[in-house]
């Protein structure tokens, strides 16, 4: 079984929900995040989306594309990155999917992308870029390396194409909470809830939410309706905050910001 099916198994079976950080793959650096990744575990994130930088970046607002440039100008590249976690693998329970562009996969090549990140040992991708009509390719290549692949449903998205959006995926369901792009707020929409009702009548499959989700108690609103929070600017704002006192401090923020978010895992 895939990682992140036995994750959310494990899971479901305890009445237990996930915490899924983002962080951004060489912010600040390519040996830090591998620390990044083991802190995050620690700290009682079950599984990790990894961001590979890419200069247009899709979606993301302002905190994250300054990450991905700074990990840009680190000299930062793919391959970097599969060696990264190659090297830190062995040390981690938690998933691992790649949030990546798919203008790198079709630059790399789909099978060559998806057997070395295998390899590295991913346990599957985002590709936010890649259409439903456009994704068969890209799901059986995932599929036949035993990796999943999920796609995104947006608040725009109607009810019908959001229902073949949710059968095309493996793994879980990506839902974007709010139009727009990536960043922190105050509340999350009142909407919300019917959208993840209603996916939740046509897919037996874990449904995660992000974008907007920043502090515990907006964990636990998302928690209570979804199986799992993704927390991505909350988390690369602070890295940016602190990244020129050094990895160490860096590597401890992200461990401190994780645990002041895993209460909202369990009910108020």
Do not use: W
């Not at 630059?107 to 590709?127: M, V």
């Not at 988390?235 to 590597?251: I, K, N």
Request: net charge negative.
């Amino acid at each position: 079984m895939n990682r992140i099916d036995q994750i959310f198994k494990d899971l479901r079976a305890d009445s237990g929900k996930a915490l899924m950080p983002y962080i951004t793959a060489g912010d600040p650096s390519v040996e830090a995040t591998g620390r990044m990744l083991g802190a995050i575990q620690e700290a009682g994130a079950s599984i990790c989306e990894l961001g590979i930088p890419f200069s247009d970046p899709v979606a993301d607002g302002p905190v994250i594309e300054a990450s991905m440039t700074h990990a840009l100008s680190q000299g930062v590249t793919v391959g970097d990155i599969f060696e990264m976690v190659s090297s830190v693998r062995a040390s981690l329970s938690i998933g691992l999917v790649a949030m990546v562009s798919f203008s790198i996969v079709h630059r790399i090549g789909l099978t060559k992308f998806i057997g070395d990140a295998k390899d590295a040992g991913f346990d599957g991708f985002i590709f936010p870029d890649l259409a439903l009509e456009e994704s068969e390719a890209a799901r059986e290549a995932a599929a036949k390396a035993g990796l999943i692949l999920s796609m995104l449903v947006a608040p725009t998205t109607p009810d019908d194409r959001a229902e073949q959006i949710a059968k095309a995926c493996t793994g879980f369901v990506y839902v974007v909470s709010r139009a727009g792009i990536t960043g922190e707020s105050s509340e999350l929409p009142a909407e919300l809830t019917g959208r993840l009702t209603r996916l939740r009548g046509v897919t037996d499959l874990p449904i995660t939410v992000g974008f907007g989700i920043s502090n515990a108690q907006q964990v636990r609103e998302v928690v209570s309706v979804a199986d799992a929070a993704i927390v991505g600017s909350g988390m690369m704002r602070r890295v940016a905050q602190v990244r020129s006192e050094g990895e160490d401090q860096t590597v401890k923020m992200v461990a401190d910001y994780t645990r002041d978010l895993v209460p909202g895992l369990s009910p108020a």
